[in-house]
């Protein structure tokens, strides 16, 4: 049974974990509001706003920690009912204040909405609601440009997005004096969300964990689901799943020494949250941000993208070029570690048994002497796969190269780690001819095939392109594009 709160109900759902919250949502517990385009989790229409307990840090108060829920948006039609235990799962009937005769009172979001003539056929408009007051509800001070962010998971094919964006502009303004320590508490308090969000805290303290059943050791690992619910979208309701996404013991980002160490349950858009990586890696929320939507960030994992092993996975392309390692553990509960790079032994073939499950990744932290870059080329610039993707970590001492690691994702049946570019560049200085002759070596390693991503031919061209806006990236003052061409 999973036990979860759905707007201000608790549910005890018999239905099978692999359930997309999507059905149970529309016709277990007959909430219409939550709408199905896609179930791809491309349009955005099916968005619900996922509560997780947290303990608040709230240090300018007497309290030292007060139990607060952490809202995020997520696409229900990939979220598995198993994900929801112990959650608050928001869905737009949740987001009014009921009124006496029965109806709801417009919440300010729907209002900002109307007041834009934001809608037309109003498929759309549930998911960009429920997107935009995640907003409200998010510890982080929101600005136009945030508040744009939180719908880019959301398409609308009616209406048109300057009245959507204007909407969002009108929620952002009314949010600038939101408390980011305790949002929830502001939210009730002026009208974004209804009284009963206030309890919802203490509530979800009540539910207990569910442990997983008998055997589970053996079940297909699941995480986010945002690559399975694609993938196997007509089994997954009964597949048998043992679900790692809600495991704390496979969350967080901790610095150790000279090392970083994230969970593999930690999202994409856990990376963005870390104060720790965002010092470290000053580019990181740009390279992320290439990186799907809003919700699927919010539910894609750094384990769930390296075992699907697709040969364009982003955050594999980052994580290769870090020289990260991996730690799977056995259903015995033996642990191993290896390199990330060496996971791939061909096209979705790996040196993994089905048994282990991707605990962490961890990489060396970079130093002064650390330059680091990504660079990913789609049909669109948000919301696409990659047809190539690149990252690249050198190590240098004055102009030398002295150590490089270079991952390029698109050109090969794996991910690949580019080990002859890489050792070409090793004591080589950053220049213009160093460029040119890595090249002449990269050609020679990868295979890329013509596909509906593009030509064999481009795929080259897209990697050489990459590779040289690495080290004009990298490198502004001593490459210039001019001369590599
Ligand atoms: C709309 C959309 C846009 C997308 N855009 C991008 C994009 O721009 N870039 C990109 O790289 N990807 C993209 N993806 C793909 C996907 O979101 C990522 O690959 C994501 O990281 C997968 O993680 P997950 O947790 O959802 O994996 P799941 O679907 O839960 O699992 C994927 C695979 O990993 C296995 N697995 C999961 N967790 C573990 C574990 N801890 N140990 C062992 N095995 C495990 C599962 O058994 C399964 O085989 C997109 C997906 C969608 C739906
Ligand atoms: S139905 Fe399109 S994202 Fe879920
Ligand atoms: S209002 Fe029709 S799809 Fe957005």
């Known amino acids: 049974m999973i036990e979860f709160i759905l707007n201000d109900r608790t549910i005890r759902s018999e239905a099978e974990p692999g359930t997309p919250l999507l059905d149970v949502i529309r016709y277990h517990e007959h909430l219409p509001g939550t709408k199905i385009g896609c179930r791809e989790g491309d349009c955005g229409a099916c968005t619900v706003l996922v509560g997780t307990l947290r303990l608040l840090d709230i240090r300018s108060s007497s309290e030292a920690e007060k139990p607060n829920v952490e809202y995020r948006s997520m696409t229900s039609c990939l979220l598995a009912l198993a994900n929801v235990q112990g959650k608050h799962i928001v869905t737009v009937e949740g987001l009014t204040e ?87 508490a502001w939210s009730v308090k002026n009208g974004f969300v209804p009284g009963y969000f206030a309890d919802i805290a203490e509530r979800l303290k009540t539910i207990k964990p569910v442990l ?57 858009n856990d990376l963005i949250a870390s104060q720790e990586l965002r010092k470290r890696f000053p580019n990181l929320e740009k390279h992320v941000l290439l990186v799907s939507s809003t919700p699927i960030r919010n539910m894609g994992t750094l384990a769930g993208n390296f075992v699907n092993a697709s040969p364009i996975g982003d955050l594999t392309a980052f994580f290769i070029a870090l020289d990260s390692s991996i730690t799977l553990r056995a259903a015995s509960g033996n642990e191993r570690q290896l390199k990330l790079k060496d996971l791939y032994k061909g096209y979705k073939d790996l040196d993994k048994s089905p048994d282990e499950i991707l605990t962490s990744v961890r990489f060396k932290l970079p130093t002064q ?97 990459l590779f040289f806006a690495h080290f004009m990236e990298l490198f502004p003052e001593r490459i210039k594009l001019k001369e590599l061409v």
């Not at 996404?245 to 593999?264: S, Y």
């Not at 080329?377 to 690691?405: C, M, P, W």
Request: aromatic share 4%; proline share 5%; charged share 20%.
């Open 98 to 184: 009921p009124l006496e005769h029965g109806a709801g009172k417009l919440s300010h979001v729907q209002q900002a909405m109307v007041d834009q003539a934001a809608t037309q056929c109003g498929i759309c408009t549930p998911g960009f609601v429920v997107s935009l007051s995640g907003c409200c509800l998010s510890q982080e001070a929101v600005t136009p440009e945030l508040a744009v962010r939180s719908i880019d998971g959301n398409i609308c094919r009616c209406t048109g997005y300057k009245s959507i964006e204007r909407a969002a502009a009108d929620v952002a303004k009314q949010l600038a004096k939101k408390d980011v320590k305790d949002p929830v």
């Open 212 to 268: 997983p059943p008998e055997g589970a050791g053996n079940f297909q690992p699941l995480s986010g689901g945002t690559d399975l619910y694609v993938q196997k979208h007509d089994t997954m309701h009964h597949s048998p799943i043992r679900s790692v996404f809600n495991d704390e013991g496979l969350k967080g980002i901790r610095i150790a020494g000279d090392e970083c160490i994230i969970g593999g349950a930690a999202v994409a």
């Open 369 to 465: 002497h650390t330059r680091f870059n990504f660079e990913k080329v789609s049909k669109r610039t948000y919301l696409d796969i990659a047809s190539v993707n690149t990252a690249i970590r050198l190590e240098k001492e004055g102009h030398t190269i002295r150590q490089a690691f270079i991952s390029a994702g698109g050109v090969a049946p794996v991910p690949k780690f580019l080990a002859n570019t890489a050792a070409f560049l090793i004591g080589k200085e950053t220049t213009t001819e160093t460029v040119r002759k890595a090249v002449a070596v990269m050609n020679e390693e990868i295979a890329p095939i013509s596909d509906a991503r593009g030509t064999a031919d481009y795929k080259r061209l897209l990697l050489r392109q």
